[in-house]
């Protein structure tokens, strides 16, 4: 039966002979060299991986013998990459990457994975297995391959008691109550699932953080982890709760400027790295959604980091303070992170990466780019993105998030002049950063497939592979997790690399098109309820981001209204305070729009939005289709599944669609046209 636990790791039997054929003989035998944890764990994962795909087990030899022999290591384990010519271009590889290439060795045919460490040939290896799983020819195979961020994380926002806030996939899969005794077999695949797409760091447990995940009781539950995803090269980091010294360590304040709170958080970090020698580090939401933080001491953002940062420095480890602020009392929620945080810049220390979803509110399914990418020229400033579904249907909605994460990567920031973008500012390459990184918040539970909706998958894959090149196209990427998840058969790939690359702005237009933010029903954000009003903090009403009147809808972020739109760089600024040059995707983010404003269309924005809002679930309608269209393609216990579930989603868009539409119309005071019931798919 298919299940889903083996997600794109499946290494079914290749179809095709004569790539079969092709295979057999370029992978005949494997010398490993090296003796490691990591060195084992590529062994295993090798022999299984050839066993599914070429249906034959592979010799492991001690030297080569055969043509067609698969030749792993270092300069340093391996005598016969030392001697090649290629083995000096590993320098630019660095210590993760690796190379691919043939090469002929004491007269015999080879293919060689060539890294500066173990981890980077298990990079090699997983990759070199993506080559066979996708059919790609091998025969004249040349890859060189380095990560482009330093950080390549997830975040899990898995509370102790195994709840999962915004996971929709069951319990957390970390079973606090069995560790540290039982050393389950699904932490081990985990990591390679991670591994296997370049993650090589996750942050275990939630930001809004209980503080026993600082007590003995629990830093011996998470050294089983870290022993676990150590040969996947996985990094461990913890959330932490800042009244910790206080909950935790009986102390009477959490001021970071006190010199008892400093020597508590220095003798916690020595504890930890005693424990866990290549501990990460801390992950820090403070001061934000009632989360405790340095504000109760008069202290600010850069102070409360440091004291952290200061605890883990000696021991190689970093303090990733999270952004994501905002209070009522602001007049735009969108200003607020920046506003506190750019007058901070130069005062963190380099041991400091600050975490910054990417759009300025929270993760909505489309939203400009925070500008604080391109602001921080002093400051580690790295990418947050949310794998998870809040505000996407949760795993009820085919939703794939790769385009959604390559839009925010590719937005130009302008920092320093056309081609600054996102991707290139966390990077490091627009400042000169010390740290970078990506993190995606992960979210899978203890459903048999991680992930609950099949699709859901390949926003965690997507992820990764992003984190690793942020230069990927979400495009090549779905083809990829397609041909690894389920088929590579192209009547299956191209009606449904179609579905997943139409989903995400099916999502948005179904949900808040043309730049509406935020119209969710509070506290679940699953269905709609624009018409929210009256809750303790008007920044989480509905009415607060729409702003819809008898005039029109959107919020003015201009000079007339909060002006954030000061934040961006030009030519980014002029180009958003006209309404005339702003992308309609974004229109509603930045203008308040009359009714009858014309569109490029040349329907009113009334009759655009009414539009999108249709033409959204007709989407859907057509995603049904395609689906239906590949019944007998793939195992039929995962078609029925994403089919039941297409049903949902299309039944959860048109009440989308109908909530907003009939809401809107009430301020709008003008007729839902008739032509719209169907419109055309353009
Ligand atoms: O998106 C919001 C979520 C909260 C979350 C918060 C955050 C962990 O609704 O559930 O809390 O963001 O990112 O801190």
């Not at 270092?74 to 993760?96: H, R, Y």
């Not at 500008?371 to 020229?377: I, Q, V």
């Not at 010390?434 to 995606?440: D, E, F, I, R, S």
Request: charged content about 25%; overall charge negative.
């Amino acid at each position: 039966s298919e299940d889903g636990y083996r997600a794109w790791l499946r290494y079914e039997n290749v179809e095709d002979d004569e790539l079969l054929y092709e295979y057999k003989e370029l992978v005949r035998a494997v010398v490993l060299r090296g003796n490691s944890e990591t060195t084992r764990a590529i062994e295993v994962e090798l022999k299984q991986a050839i066993t599914g795909l070429l249906d034959m087990e592979v010799p492991f030899h001690n030297n080569i013998q055969v043509n067609g022999t698969l030749v792993i290591g270092t300069p340093e384990t391996s005598e016969e990459i030392a001697g090649l010519d290629f083995a000096n271009k590993l320098e630019t590889v660095g210590d993760e990457g690796y190379v691919i290439e043939n090469a002929g060795i004491d007269g015999y045919e080879t293919i060689v994975i060539a890294a500066n460490s173990n981890i980077g040939l298990l990079y090699g290896v997983f990759d070199l297995m993506r080559q066979l799983q996708t059919y790609e020819d091998i025969s004249d195979i040349s890859i060189h391959s380095a990560p482009k961020v330093e950080y390549r994380m997830v975040n899990h926002w898995d509370n102790l008691s195994r709840l999962v806030e915004r996971g929709y996939a069951g319990l957390s899969i970390w079973d606090w109550g069995t560790l540290p005794e039982y050393k389950d077999p699904r932490y081990t695949d985990y990591a390679r699932l991670n591994a296997s797409i370049g993650i090589n760091a996750t942050a275990v447990n939630n930001v809004n953080a209980d503080p026993r995940m600082l007590t003995d009781q629990f830093l011996e539950k998470l050294v089983v982890l870290a022993d676990m995803f150590r040969p996947y090269g996985i990094q461990v980091f913890i959330s932490i709760n800042y009244q910790a010294p206080i909950s935790v360590g009986g102390l009477d304040t959490a001021d970071p400027l006190d010199p008892e709170v400093r020597k508590w958080w220095a003798d916690k970090a020595d504890q930890i790295y005693e424990m866990i020698p290549d501990f990460g580090g801390f992950l820090v939401k403070a001061d934000s959604e009632g989360q405790p933080g340095p504000f109760a001491y008069d202290r600010n953002h850069a102070e409360g980091a440091n004291v952290l940062a200061e605890a883990v420095e000696s021991h190689g480890g970093v303090v990733i303070w999270r952004a994501f602020v905002y209070s009522p009392e602001q007049e735009d929620r969108f200003r607020e992170a920046y506003d506190e945080f750019v007058p901070l810049d130069g005062d963190f220390k380099d041991n400091v990466i600050l975490q910054v979803k990417n759009g300025p509110i929270d993760f909505q399914p489309r939203e400009p780019f925070s500008p604080l990418f391109g602001a921080m020229e002093e400051t580690n400033t790295m990418l947050e993105l949310q794998i998870t579904q809040e505000y996407f249907g949760f795993s009820y909605h085919l939703a794939y998030q790769g385009t959604l994460f390559e839009e925010a990567l590719d937005a130009d920031t302008y920092a320093k002049g056309e081609g600054s973008t996102v991707g290139d500012v966390i990077s490091g390459e627009v400042f000169d950063y010390k740290h970078t990184g990506m993190a995606g918040v992960l979210n899978i539970g203890n459903y048999r497939n991680w992930t609950g909706h099949p699709f859901v998958q390949s926003n965690w894959y997507a992820y990764g592979r992003l984190a690793w090149d942020y230069t990927l196209s979400a495009d090549e990427i779905a083809d990829e997790w397609m041909k690894m998840t389920f088929t590579n058969n192209e009547q299956f790939i191209d009606p449904i690399g179609d579905v997943m690359m139409e989903s995400r702005e099916a999502g948005v237009n179904y949900r808040s098109p043309l730049g509406l933010t935020h119209l969710y029903a509070q506290g679940h954000h699953y269905g709609p309820a624009p018409w929210t009003s009256d809750l303790p903090r008007s920044d989480w009403t509905a009415v607060y981001y729409h702003k819809a009147d008898e005039e029109g809808i959107g919020f003015d972020r201009t000079e007339t209204g909060s002006n954030a739109i000061e934040q961006y760089h030009e030519p980014l600024e002029s180009k958003f305070r006209n309404i005339e040059t702003t992308p309609e995707d974004y229109l509603l983010w930045f203008h308040h729009v009359d009714w009858d404003y014309e569109m490029d269309s040349g329907r009113t924005l009334w009759e655009e939005l009414v539009h999108n809002y249709y033409k959204g679930v007709e989407q859907v309608r057509r995603m049904q289709d395609q689906w239906n269209s590949i019944e007998g393609l793939i195992d039929q216990q995962r078609f029925e599944r994403v089919k039941a579930l297409l049903e949902i989603q299309e039944k959860d868009a048109v009440r989308w669609r109908d909530s907003c539409v009939l809401y809107f119309q009430t301020f709008s005071e003008r007729p839902i046209p008739d032509q719209f019931e169907k419109p055309e798919h353009d």
